[in-house]
T-cell receptor
Framework: GAVVSQHPSRVICKSGTSVKIECRSLDFQATTMFWYRQFPKQSLMLMAT?????????EQGVEKDKFLINHASLTLSTLTVTSAHPEDSSFYICSAPHAGGINEQFFGPGTRLTVL | AQTVTQSQPEMSVQEAETVTLSCTYD???????LFWYKQPPSRQMILVIR??????QNATENRFSVNFQKAAKSFSLKISDSQLGDTAMYFCAFMSNNAGNMLTFGGGTRLMVKP
């Protein structure tokens, strides 16, 4: 099956710093990737759709200046949490649909962000 | 907009027994896909089973099967011969045929398999 990786798997940072999370499709190309946020014991909440070669599409209520998304290539999307605050602490997951049109998304293992 | 509802926040089942997780959804579309994902303690999302709305036959994957009722907009997951490794969060998800592969998730059901 297709593999999606995320780096780092966990990160702890001080309040006010910026953190970059990478999402890579390892064995397939992805023109679109999705970024989710998951609070403990809750479902995945879609934050934004990352589009290769164009601007990301953000869901309502998600601050685009706070969560910067860059889809640099057909295998890499990055999410940068700018000026992180403790309330940004969460589990962030990316996914990518296989470009082969099989209507299935493949998920990264997630990144646990803790802001002190 | 589509919504997905899982009415059972938590469920438990004895090992080797059968359990059914409920899922209902709301959509005005006719062509779409439905999924069940498993999220174990590692938090890696794993696809359990998928169903294309245009197919009347219920999908089956080994011990996992679905009861897809299109008219009722219901998509339940049956796990037979439950195993300890089935303990996880289970999410029902909807994908429109024309929304760029975007998934809408239900709130999840926490399943505990007891020895």
């Amino acid at each position: 099956g297709a593999v999606v990786s995320q780096h780092p798997s966990r990160v702890i940072c001080k309040s006010g710093t910026s953190v970059k999370i990478e999402c890579r499709s390892l064995d397939f190309q992805a023109t679109t990737m999705f970024w989710y946020r998951q609070f403990p014991k809750q479902s995945l909440m879609l934050m934004a759709t990352s589009n290769e070669g164009s601007k990301a599409t953000y869901e309502q209520g998600v601050e685009k200046d706070k969560f910067l998304i860059n889809h640099a290539s057909l295998t890499l999307s990055t999410l940068t949490v700018t000026s992180a605050h403790p309330e940004d602490s969460s589990f962030y997951i990316c996914s990518a649909p296989h470009a082969g049109g099989i209507n299935e998304q493949f998920f990264g293992p997630g990144t646990r962000l803790t802001v002190l | 907009a589509q919504t997905v509802t899982q009415s059972q926040p938590e469920m438990s089942v004895q090992e080797a027994e059968t359990v059914t997780l409920s899922c209902t959804y709301d959509t005005s579309e006719n062509n779409y896909y439905l999924f069940w994902y498993k999220q174990p303690p590692s938090r890696q999302m794993i696809l359990v089973i998928r169903q294309e709305a245009y197919k009347q036959q219920n999908a089956t994957e080994n011990r996992f099967s679905v009861n897809f009722q299109k008219a009722a907009k219901s998509f339940s997951l049956k796990i037979s011969d439950s195993q300890l490794g089935d303990t996880a969060m289970y999410f029902c998800a909807f994908m429109s045929n024309n929304a760029g592969n975007m998934l809408t998730f239900g709130g999840g059901t926490r399943l505990m398999v007891k020895p």
